[in-house]
């Protein structure tokens, strides 16, 4: 789950990150007032749940109250990379000397929690990494220590940071650690750190994404999910307990159990196909839940064909067969469908869709090739 930048900063803010004084804002009129009461110049920053904001115009400074409220109606309503702008951070502007970098990820190599420093900031940090890589100071954190303030320090000083700064940077890089040790985070990164010109540290942006397997611990954090913001399909997902991920390609796919997605996703691709989504429709699927995840697959217009592999354990094949004729039912589709069916009560089940003239498959690899023929107009059966 990502957080939007002002939900990141206040994050950071408690763990002791300098952050600006902000409000968030749904209209011209409010950005207005809360231009009015800071008494200074703003910055009006659109919260979307992508990167770039400023390079596509979603980041304004303003000096008056006026132009707050102009810049503003600029910003909302706004698409920024296909989300539209529906809330707006005002922050105090600061006045920038200096953007760097400074980052906390999980590195699966060390599996351990990478610091990044960078004096380039402002910037992507990829763009930094594949242009100039020399310029990413790193220092990997031992669990039980947590990040030990030489270590800060060996940022500070990789990046060349002024040495009058480098107490308030060990700081800072330490609040972050533990921001994003105390929430479960991913990934927690400040984009850019800036040295204002009264030679001030200021985290200006933030970004976290939390681990979803965590959020159980953080009650207040989940709360602060932006449905709105979501592709509507990953909600509804959510709602019935599948893993989806939407993809590129054509064939829609329906799953029971990640290792077998992703195998099917393999075998498609082998024989030619595209796959338009990753969908684990998890142990003991009911037929309430395969109607909703079928009618997540077919709501994408992409779909030109939709593969069902269910290798029946605790997933009954017959209860999976009757939810397919349930969404057929509640879902008007032309869409041609393959479906393999093993183990527990296959007979059965292939009994149930042959009668609803569904094609199916015993082998994996028969499943996937009728499915890239269907997906390319041919007749399959
Ligand atoms: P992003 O483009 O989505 O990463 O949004 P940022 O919050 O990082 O803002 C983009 C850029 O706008 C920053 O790198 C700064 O150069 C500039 N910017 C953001 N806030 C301020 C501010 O308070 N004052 C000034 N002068 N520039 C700012
Ligand atoms: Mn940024």
Excluded at 213 to 233: C, I, K, W
């Amino acid at each position: 789950m990502k957080l939007q930048e002002y939900q990141s900063k206040r994050e950071f803010a408690k763990y002791g990150v300098p952050i600006p004084r902000g409000e968030v804002a749904t209209t011209p009129e409010e950005v207005r007032a809360i231009a009015q009461s800071f008494g200074k110049p703003v910055v009006v920053k659109a919260q979307v749940l992508v990167g770039g904001r400023g390079k596509a115009g979603g980041v304004k400074l303003a000096r008056t109250p006026d132009e707050a409220e102009e810049v503003a109606r600029q910003i909302l309503g706004m698409k920024i990379k296909g989300l539209t702008v529906k809330k707006v951070l005002v922050d105090e502007a600061a006045d920038i000397k200096n953007e760097i970098y400074l980052g906390a990820v999980v590195d699966r190599n060390s599996q351990r929690v990478v610091m990044m420093a960078s004096s380039e900031g402002g910037v992507e940090i990829e763009e930094v990494a594949r242009v100039s890589p020399e310029k990413i100071i790193k220092v990997t954190v031992n669990p039980f220590l947590g990040l030990l303030g030489f270590q800060a320090r060996q940022l500070a000083f990789g990046i060349g940071l002024d040495k009058s700064l480098v107490g308030q940077f060990t700081k800072i890089a330490q609040g972050l650690y533990n921001a994003f040790i105390g929430s479960d985070a991913s990934l927690a990164e400040i984009n850019p750190l800036v040295v204002t010109g009264e030679g001030k540290l200021l985290a200006v942006d933030g970004k976290m994404v939390l681990d979803d397997n965590g959020l159980f611990r953080h009650p207040d954090l989940a709360e602060m999910r932006d449905v709105e913001e979501e592709s509507p399909y990953e909600v509804e997902a959510r709602k019935y307990g599948l893993s989806y991920v939407q993809l590129d390609g054509t064939i829609g796919c329906m799953v029971n159990g990640a290792g077998l997605a992703m195998a099917t996703m393999d075998v498609i691709k082998l024989f030619g196909g595209e796959p338009a989504n990753f969908l684990d429709i998890g142990g003991g699927a009911q037929a309430d839940k395969v109607a909703a995840a079928l009618r997540i697959i077919l709501s994408e217009e992409k779909v030109n064909a939709v593969l069902v592999n269910i290798f029946g354990g605790i997933t009954r094949a017959d209860e999976v067969a009757k939810g397919i004729l349930q969404a057929l039912k509640e879902v008007d589709t032309d869409v041609p469908m393959v479906a393999r069916l093993v183990g527990t009560n296959e007979e059965e089940g292939r009994k149930i869709l042959a009668e609803a003239n569904m094609a199916t498959a015993t082998s994996l690899a028969e499943a996937a090739k009728k499915a890239v023929a269907l997906s390319k107009g041919e007749s399959v059966n």
